[in-house]
């Protein structure tokens, strides 16, 4: 894959590129966002890992103008602050993933893994019920004919539903796939995102089964 990680931090950048060049992918390295933008301007990416904290902005604000422009490569968030606050703020720019520091350079090649596979799964995904239409490959949803927005988090919770193509998939794995986190602040998360996108889509969209998880059509 070909990644772009933008963080101030010298040693650190170092040390994430080459860890992610071990595993294989193609990685590119930007210490602030006007380095990240130009390197996008230039080049397609799989993966974008991006700091919190850069010298001219934030990783979360470049997030949130990439999604406007319609760019939805699959974004993992490095940040300091682990508050809910921060997480929602990230959400709602439309980040898939975070993570906090200082973190295990594991971790985060596991992560970036994990959002490459969901990039190249949901490339041909679509999907269609009693006028609600999901094109995961554009990151497009519409409700009678009528675009609706859908958050970065909102997609990937949508996609482990429909790949599952009517079986329930456990509140737990949901958590662990889309948050890597079991503790009650992500199920808040999840139980706001699952009510977000009933008002969105339908309130018949996702079903929940008590005890199980949730479930689409």
């Not at 294989?24 to 080049?43: D, K, P, T, Y």
């Not at 991006?50 to 422009?69: I, M, N, T, W, Y």
């Not at 969105?200 to 949730?214: A, E, F, I, M, S």
């Amino acid at each position: 894959m070909h990644v772009l990680v933008a963080d101030d931090h010298a040693e650190l950048l170092q040390l994430v590129a080459g860890a992610l060049e071990d595993d294989g992918h193609r990685a590119v390295a930007a210490h602030s966002v006007s380095e990240a933008e130009a390197a996008l301007s230039v080049a397609g990416f799989d993966v974008l890992v991006l700091d919190d904290a850069l010298p001219d902005g934030s990783g979360v604000e470049l997030c949130r103008k990439l999604r406007e422009r319609g760019n939805f490569t699959p974004v993992l968030i490095l940040t300091a602050h682990a508050a809910v606050r921060q997480r929602v703020r990230g959400l709602d720019a439309g980040a898939d993933d975070f993570l906090g520091k200082p973190f295990a350079v594991a971790e985060l090649r596991a992560r970036v893994r994990a959002l490459g596979r969901r990039r190249i799964h949901s490339a041909a995904m679509m999907w269609d019920r009693e006028g609600v239409h999901l094109d995961f490959s554009r990151r497009h949803a519409s409700v009678s004919g009528n675009e609706v927005p859908l958050t970065a988090r909102e997609w990937q919770i949508l996609e482990l539903l429909v790949s599952a193509q009517g079986r329930v998939v456990a509140r737990s794995r949901i958590l662990d796939e889309v948050w890597s986190d079991d503790r009650d602040s992500a199920g808040a998360s999840l139980d706001v995102l699952i009510a977000r996108i009933r008002r969105k889509l339908g309130p018949d969209t996702v079903r929940t089964l008590r005890g199980q998880g949730y479930a689409v059509p």
